[in-house]
């Protein structure tokens, strides 16, 4: 079983900045599609950004372009978001996902096979 363990959230300041990461275990994280979802009280999970096998092709949702940035180390098994000029809005739950395999689909959450228990991003106005 694919294992996935998010870590890095906190409490920032708006105009903040956070790193995000997504330990996965196993030998096969190459080959794995990996995306970044949050979650605010009271709403549905959200899709941040994808990054497929090949680490050049990525999607940010319009409200974190230019803000956020989806990445990963195959040599370290993580997957990484880096998150800058932090806005109060940005405050929820995220969850790292993986799915072997997947094309364009890849913004649905109902494609992903493993999740991670979430870490929680706060930011304070």
């Known amino acids: 079983q694919v294992q996935l363990v998010e870590s890095g959230g906190g409490l920032v300041q708006t105009g903040g900045s956070l790193r995000l990461s997504c330990a996965v275990s196993g030998r096969t994280f190459a080959t794995y599609t990996m995306g970044w979802f949050r979650q605010a009280p009271g709403q549905e999970r959200e899709f941040v950004a994808g990054i497929g096998t090949a680490a050049e092709n990525t999607y940010h949702i319009e409200s974190v372009k230019g803000r956020f940035t989806i990445s990963r180390d195959n040599a370290k098994n993580t997957l990484y978001l880096d998150m800058t000029s932090l806005k109060p809005e940005d405050t929820a739950v995220y969850y790292c996902?993986?799915?072997?395999?997947?094309?364009?689909?890849?913004?649905?959450?109902?494609?992903?096979?493993?999740w991670g228990q979430g870490t929680q991003v706060t930011v304070s106005s």
């Open positions: 996902a993986a799915v072997r395999a997947v094309g364009p689909e890849y913004t649905y959450s109902n494609v992903y096979d493993y």
